[in-house]
């Protein structure tokens, strides 16, 4: 007897096939189970998707080849997790092998039977916890839990920064699992380096073999061991970024998204997903409560979470809970903008604010500076001819970065050493202009090297940013001593403003935030405005010193509509402006958004493709009654250059689709799935080198 199966295996982007080949099997096999086939002149990994007893009636049966063998000793992937990627998939718009496949960890692939065994005899198989007691809690939190347990969700947890959320979130872990012994939680976070603290907190109150962690800084090794433990329902809770919204877990009973508004939640390669918006649809999926959470919720989450109108109608489908209050007699910090206007020209840190960095070291407190942009300085500059320090492979400018003294080009990695004097004319006298994180602290330095902190030691400057972390480790130290208290002031990009419970900091500034307001990005204010609140979250967090804590911005705008709600720490004043403008312009949340990017060697070509799908699918669409709707459904817009235009000699070109109507926009993207197979072979588009759908997409 003979069984016909369709696999998941790994089959190449965009593929036709869909990912499912159909092979036969001599033995008996269950869906989701992981096997082996040939492929090609290889073996490789596949999941059993679909099962049959007939053979399929369009291929001769006979020339099927046959599944090579099982994986031994792991449980078949659950149905919940199945449906997951299929959705994915399907949603994402790319091959359900592709997504299935990339969901597992990659060491499964190459493991013999035997390999495999070792590792799972290996494996700690008590699922007990011992969980260690936490505070008691605030009313707030407790008020939130209780909402939590009476209804089904999905939750946004609007709750300021050092109101508790992580607390609540113990809590609910804790209550889950007193209840239930086999049930597993799934904690995200938006970043690695926000892992180890958290996860330490985790394993200190339930025991460190409950807590598996999965994110991409992980070994290979480690990763299968994280990933066979939460299999097999040993590992009780995960925490990890959003690859482990995949995570294979058979009693998942509650999903839980920190900082939720992170633009990190969404992947920017391959199957572009969300896995914010992925916790709301697998938490249906399990029955698991689904727990959004963040001080500045993303406006879709916000949105989706509105109460309902005077007539009791049009509300929300999440529900929002609220913690406005800091734990303790925390407050949170006074914010104070500094008008640029009246600073001398090309002041860089003002003299007020120069003055309060001051008074606070002298008093043995830290504060922190953000800028967000590392290096020296953004561009260096002939004054002469006007050259400019351009790269010759983008459309950007290399950031001079002074340590070395090189050039950088921050997008496709074009590194070479300063030059002795202007390329084009050869005047000696080249100079920066505009600041980044590097000049930043070592004019910090110099305005403040006469400054001592209270024992008469001198005043220490340190500088987190992506080049001063490369190395593996220097985060943590980095870190470290500022916990340690041996750094006074730190400066660094938006990396230190989020979530580090840095607890001596009484001073946060902003130094240049201004650019964000005039963005192309239509999501560059909500960016901002998270980016300050967030950044306002790391000052005071120590309640004997919240009273006289301090967030500055120093601006051009003053009375910008961005910094009034943020003077008053009011999020839903923000929100409801942000939404206002939104809704006049049919932007996202109000409407649903894809983006179809080419990329080529030429910006004609790039745009040709996506000009010649999208006519032909209109045409095509039109010609149909069935689908003729769909045209005016879904806006089409004509290809344009996308704002970074050319990285490493490719031009790149996108095509927007939006739509009021989700399920109108998903029909569409389908549509024109085909329809790009079909031109992308025409002879005039061979040009092209690839084409990728963005859905849902986080930047334009
Ligand atoms: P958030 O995640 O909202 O920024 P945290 O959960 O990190 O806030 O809480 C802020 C601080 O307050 C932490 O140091 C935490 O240990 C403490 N904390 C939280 N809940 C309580 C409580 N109920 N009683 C005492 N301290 C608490
Ligand atoms: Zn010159
Ligand atoms: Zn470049």
């Known amino acids: ?31 989701g189970q992981l096997v082996r086939v040939p492929l090609g002149k290889r073996e490789v990994l ?6 049959s007893d007939q053979a399929p009636a369009e291929i001769s049966a006979d020339s099927l080849r046959e599944v090579t063998g099982v994986l031994d000793g792991l449980n078949p992937l659950d149905g919940a997790w199945r449906q997951l990627v299929q959705f994915s998939a399907q949603y994402y718009q790319r091959s359900l092998g592709e997504v299935a496949l990339s969901a597992l960890p990659p060491q499964l692939r190459e493991l013999s039977n035997e390999q495999l065994a070792r590792r799972l005899k290996k494996q700690n198989t008590d699922r007990a916890v011992c969980t260690s007691p936490g505070p008691s809690l605030s009313d707030e939190q407790n008020a939130v839990l209780t909402q939590m347990a009476s209804g089904t969700g999905p939750f946004l947890l609007f709750g300021s920064t050092g109101s508790g959320k992580t607390e609540v979130y113990m809590q609910a872990v804790e209550r889950m699992l007193a209840t239930d012994p086999q049930a597993q939680a799934l904690l995200m976070v938006p970043e690695i380096n926000l892992t180890p603290q ?18 991409s800084g992980m070994t290979p090794a480690q990763r299968l061991k994280g990933w066979l433990a939460a299999h097999a329902g040993h590992a009780r809770i995960v925490l990890g970024t959003r690859m482990a919204i995949f995570a294979s877990m058979p009693h998942l009973k509650l999903i839980v998204v920190d900082e939720e508004h992170d633009p990190s939640y969404k992947q920017q390669e391959g199957a572009r997903y969300s896995a914010r918006d992925l916790a709301v649809y697998r938490g249906r999926l399990h ?36 913690m406005p209050s800091r734990i303790g007699t925390g407050l949170l910090p006074k914010v104070r903008r500094v008008d640029m206007n009246k600073q001398p020209r090309r002041t860089v840190l003002s003299a007020p604010l120069v003055a309060a960095l001051q008074e606070r070291v002298e008093r043995g407190e830290q504060c922190m500076l953000l800028l967000n942009r590392r290096g020296y300085a953004p561009v260096l500059h002939c004054a002469d001819c006007g050259w400019k320090s351009a790269c010759k492979h983008c459309s950007a400018f290399r950031v001079f970065h002074k340590i070395d003294r090189t050039l950088r080009c921050h997008h496709c990695g074009l590194t070479e050493r300063v030059p002795r004097a202007c390329p084009d004319c050869g005047n000696a006298d080249i100079a920066p202009i505009g600041r980044g994180t590097e000049q930043l602290e070592e004019h910090l330095g110099e305005l403040l090297a006469h400054v001592k902190r209270p024992d008469g030691s001198p005043i220490r400057i340190a500088r987190i940013d992506a080049d001063s972390t490369r190395l593996k480790g220097a985060l943590e130290s980095q870190l470290a001593s500022v916990h340690s208290g041996e750094v006074d002031i730190l ?9 580090h419970d840095f607890r001596r900091i009484t001073l946060v500034a902003a130094v240049n935030p201004d650019t964000a307001l005039f963005s192309s990005d239509f999501r560059a204010p909500e960016r901002l405005f998270a980016l300050l609140m967030q950044a306002a979250g790391r000052a005071g967090r120590d309640a004997t010193q919240s009273a006289t804590s301090e967030m500055w911005v120093q601006t051009f705008h003053p009375t910008h509509a961005l910094f009034e709600a943020l003077k008053k720490h009011d999020y839903p004043a923000f929100a409801a402006s942000e939404l206002a403008e939104r809704t006049a312009a049919d932007l996202p949340p109000l409407s649903h958004q894809a983006l179809l990017r080419a990329d080529a060697r030429t910006q004609e070509a790039a745009q040709g493709l996506l000009n010649a799908a999208r006519e032909t699918l209109e045409a095509q669409l039109s ?25 490493a000699d490719v031009e790149r070109a996108q095509m927007l689709l939006e739509s009021p109507h989700r399920m109108a926009l998903q029909k569409m993207l389908w549509h024109l799935h085909g329809v790009l197979h079909q031109v992308r072979s025409l002879p005039e588009h061979k040009g092209v080198i690839r084409w990728l759908v963005d859905v849902d997409p986080q930047t334009i």
């Open 1 to 31: 007897m003979s069984l016909w199966l369709d696999i998941a295996v790994q089959t190449p982007a965009h593929s036709q096939v869909g990912g499912l080949l159909t092979y036969r099997s001599p033995f008996g096999v269950q869906a």
């Open 46 to 51: 596949g999941v059993v998707w679909a099962i």
């Open 198 to 215: 958290l996860e330490e907190r985790v394993k200190a109150r339930f025991g460190t073999d409950a807590v598996v962690s999965m994110h």
């Open 287 to 322: 029955n698991a409560t689904v727990l959004l959470a963040s001080a500045t919720p993303s406006l879709e989450s916000w949105h989706l979470s509105r109460p309902a109108d005077a007539d009791g109608l049009n509300a929300g489908r999440y529900v929002r809970l609220h």
């Open 491 to 499: 400066v660094g990009t938006q990396m230190i403003a989020k979530g």
């Open 623 to 647: 010609a149909d009654p069935d689908t003729a709707d769909l045209v005016l459904q879904v806006n089409v817009y004509p290809a344009v250059p996308m704002s970074m235009q050319r990285v």
